[in-house]
């Protein structure tokens, strides 16, 4: 099944009708990689009925709200909803037979939807195609099991698991810890086997009921949609056995951060890895591949970090790099190059957060990297030591979110790597987020200073 078929694949209906599925949630991930969509009926779905959606959804806000019409269509305009058939699959969690498709965003016209998420990762992979290349990526994704709270004004907490009582955040690698909740992970092994997401390593994290499950490594777009479609089935198989599965870069404070790693190589056309050498020796695109992002994410930090909260996540005695230092084994560096052969040679950009979109996470670390290939830039000294506590070792990172999208806004790079449209519009989005928390009062501001003089 191509995804560039217009029309249904002949298996589609028989596969529908075998399942008994009733109806296709027909999903996009906006801009902040939530799920949205339209569900069809199958009937409708086999027979290819054409689905569209008003254009604004694609960079819908987590508050709900949307920028101004000019950086969507003034006049409101659709797309279309094209299936990218080979994401089709059945809904592990559903109470009656359901599947779920990843779509395209498809302006009326015929052109790509030039503020979609997954569009500007394929640009990014269309470039790396020119050159017969493909970047082989692995996320590693950290996430809270957390007690639900129907009200947003009292802190999250650890949830009680099969003990009896809440953990208080000793049991690191703990398997006592990670079987606390061997039911949610019981069914979160069987949903990953239906969906077709090869999860690797299962681990519980340093943080109270913080765990990390890992991917397989493979292509970059269909890791993207994995990564998506794993963080909409955690959540869904967490509010089954009473638990929020949160994706918040710091949800708790005080508490160990949730990051998404990304691993990152790149083949060629033979299948070897472009940053190696024939005789085993790091190549001259390895070096200029990390010298790229150093000299791009700092301009490009909202799509690593795309909330207030992410930011909170950069604390110094959290284990959160702060810097786009690298070295290799080091933890304490921004990009840290894991020890390996020369055919799994790689680089772990260790500065998005779980909250990131993955299709811009991973759009942003591998248009930086290209570019740095592009424009042979050198990176700077091999950090050797720990550099958490060293002030920017490398380049200076954007330390909030009004920073970050400042750099973003007034740069050239970001316009240069994903086009004019996508930045105004992503850009105009994240401001409208910021503006609704710049109304909020805290409980620190009403906790320090309602009782100042």
Not at 133 to 162: C, H
Request: glycine fraction near 8%; include cysteine.
């Amino acid at each position: 099944m191509s995804a560039h078929d217009k029309h249904p694949p002949p298996q589609l209906a028989e596969f529908l009708q075998q399942h008994g599925v009733r109806e296709v949630e027909c999903l996009i991930p906006d801009l902040n990689a939530y799920p949205r969509g339209k569900a069809l009926p199958a009937a409708a779905f086999a027979a290819g009925q054409e689905l569209r959606m008003a254009r604004a959804v694609a960079i819908h806000t987590v508050t709900g709200e949307f920028p101004d019409y000019r950086f969507y269509g003034e006049r409101d305009p659709d797309m279309r909803l094209v299936p990218d058939y080979e994401t089709l699959k059945l809904v592990p969690w559903a109470t009656e037979p359901r599947a779920l498709v990843i779509n395209d965003c498809v302006d009326l016209d015929g052109k790509p939807t030039a503020i979609s998420s997954r569009n500007i990762l394929k640009s990014v992979l269309a470039r790396y195609t020119e050159r017969g290349w493909s970047p082989v990526v692995a996320p590693e994704l950290e996430f809270y099991l957390l007690a639900q709270n129907p009200d947003p004004n009292q802190p999250l907490t650890p949830p009680i698991g099969r003990s009896g009582r809440p953990e208080y955040g000793q049991a690191g690698f703990s398997f006592g810890a990670l079987n606390e909740f061997h039911g949610f992970f019981d069914d979160v092994h069987r949903a990953l086997a239906q969906l077709g997401i090869p999860g690797d390593t299962f681990v519980h994290e340093l943080g109270p009921s913080q765990f990390e499950i890992n991917l397989v490594h493979g292509d970059a777009l269909k890791l993207a949609d994995l990564t998506f479609l794993f963080k909409y089935t955690l959540r869904e198989i967490g509010f089954r056995h009473g638990l929020y599965v949160v994706f918040m870069a710091k949800p708790m404070g005080g508490k160990p951060g949730s990051s998404m790693h990304l691993h990152q190589s790149v083949v060629d056309r033979a299948g070897a890895n472009v940053f190696s050498e024939a005789d085993g020796s790091p190549s001259a695109a390895f070096r200029h591949f990390i010298g790229g992002l150093q000299h791009c994410l700092p301009e490009l930090m909202p799509l690593l970090c795309p909330h207030i909260n992410s930011y909170r996540r950069f604390a110094k005695h959290m284990a959160a790099p702060v810097n786009l230092s690298w070295g290799y084994d080091n933890r304490s560096v921004g990009l840290r190059i894991p020890l390996s052969g020369p055919a799994a040679r790689r680089v772990e950009n260790r500065i998005p957060g779980c909250d990131a979109n993955p299709y811009l996470a991973l759009a942003a670390s591998l248009a930086a990297g290209l570019h740095g290939i592009e424009n042979a830039i050198e990176p700077g000294e091999e950090a050797h030591d720990n550099v958490f506590y060293q002030d920017n070792v490398c380049s200076t990172l954007p330390c909030s979110l009004e920073v970050a999208l400042d750099a973003m806004a007034h740069g050239k790079l970001a316009r240069q790597l994903f086009g004019d449209e996508f930045v105004a519009a992503f850009v105009a989005a994240k401001q409208v987020e910021l503006d609704s928390f710049q109304l909020e009062v805290t409980p620190w501001e009403r906790r320090f200073l309602a009782t100042q003089a």
